[in-house]
């Protein structure tokens, strides 16, 4: 049998855009006001009362927003960030960005994540922050190790870059009080403003921090900016706001989120049926009643080649992520971390996002087994 993939199986990821998006920027283009606007403040309260806090704070990417989380919890240079090695570059990127050290942790081989004894075994008295990064949209709860953390005076900031819309118990991510969460809305997270991140504060204060560095340290009322020449930068600052235009995608994806979660949820549990015939073949588990899964990865023997074997057959299969610490960028902070290493020579990602059908995955997994097969793996 050979097995040519329709169009949609041939991407690893792909943004989905139900419909109203083009003429929600149309109407921020013909209101000639394209940056900070009215429209990012609605984008940061609808977020805001998703999730059921009481802020939320709107910047220009997942990174911008792990950046100014980090700036507002006071961390910088001679301090050191717990953070798993597998994950995107991003998250290891915003330690640097603020001179702080990434101290990379190894994660549970069954959910590619950090655990409470990870985090506990990586400990130093340099430790400023930890990063747990919500795999594939899993929730992490530390809260069994979050009074230790609270007296070593150690900030939790979550990567939940894949997570937007998981719950953790009945509430979303992002409410937990205790910790500074990060989102993304770039192209192809489950929620996509085109690009964009949000942050979700501990504190009015840290809302304030962040609020007063995504737009440059300029401090601007409506009547100074009327009646003199002169503006007043007081603190530093980055162009870090997210525009209207991004602002007003987001909306119309916040609207329609619902159907987001549905078809996350079943075409990981159609995945989930169809892979579970193949020997060989361990699917990475979560909890799809808790989560909205943003990937589909397997486990599998002869990684390597079954990747380029898919690949020349069309199929969008990825690796998410080649482990951070054996970059070349981060030499400086390797470790030795088993299981991180062993995942990222088994870890394959298979297409996963909302233009997929039934027939993409029968195919998908079908090509999976031939790949197997002809590699020897199975
Ligand atoms: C996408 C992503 C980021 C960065 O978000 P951007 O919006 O692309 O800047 C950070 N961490 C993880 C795990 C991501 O997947």
Not at 120 to 141: H, N, Q, S, W, Y
Not at 346 to 352: A, G, K, R, T, V
Request: charged residues 20%.
């Amino acid at each position: 049998m050979t097995v040519s993939a329709r169009p949609d199986a041939r991407r690893n990821a792909s943004p989905y855009l139900y419909g109203p998006e083009a003429e929600a920027i149309a109407r921020v283009l013909e209101g000639g006001q394209y940056g900070h606007t009215d429209i990012t403040e609605e984008f940061e309260r609808r977020i805001a009362d998703f999730l059921s806090v009481p802020d939320a704070v709107a910047v220009a990417s997942g990174t911008a927003a792990l950046h100014t989380a980090l700036l507002a919890a006071g961390i910088g240079p001679g301090r050191e960030v717990i953070v798993p090695s597998m994950t995107f570059c991003a998250t290891v990127m915003a330690i640097l960005a603020v001179g702080a050290t990434p101290r990379f942790v190894d994660i549970d081989p069954a959910t590619l994540c950090v655990s409470d004894q990870l985090v506990m075994d990586a400990l130093t008295d340099k430790t400023a922050a930890v990063m747990p990064v919500l795999f594939g949209g899993r929730p992490i709860d530390l809260s069994a190790i979050q009074e230790e953390l609270d007296e070593r005076g150690i900030v939790v900031i979550e990567d939940a870059a894949h997570a937007f819309g998981s719950r953790h118990d009945t509430r979303r991510v992002g409410a937990n009080e205790a910790v500074l969460t990060c989102f993304s809305f770039g192209p192809i997270k489950n929620l996509t403003c085109g690009q964009g991140g949000m942050v979700i504060p501990r504190t009015p204060a840290e809302a304030d921090t962040i609020r007063r560095i995504r737009l440059l340290g300029v401090v601007q009322s409506q009547g100074e900016r009327a009646n003199t020449t002169s503006y007043r930068v007081d603190s530093f600052g980055l162009r870090y706001q997210l525009s209207g235009l991004n602002a007003a995608i987001g909306l119309v994806q916040l609207d329609a989120f619902q159907a987001a979660e549905d078809t996350r949820r079943h075409l990981w549990r159609t995945y989930c049926d169809a892979l579970a015939p193949l020997d060989g073949v361990t699917l990475v588990d979560l909890d799809v009643d808790q989560a909205v899964p943003h990937l589909c990865q397997v486990r599998i023997p002869h990684r390597d080649a079954v990747f380029a074997d898919l690949r020349s057959r069309d199929i969008g299969v990825g690796v998410h992520y080649p482990p951070n610490h054996t970059q070349p960028a981060f030499a400086a902070w390797h470790r030795f971390l088993p299981a991180t290493e062993q995942a990222g020579q088994e870890i394959l990602s298979l297409p996963f996002h909302q233009h997929l059908n039934r027939t993409d995955i029968d195919l998908v997994v079908a090509a999976l087994e031939q790949a197997l097969k002809s590699v020897g793996g199975l």
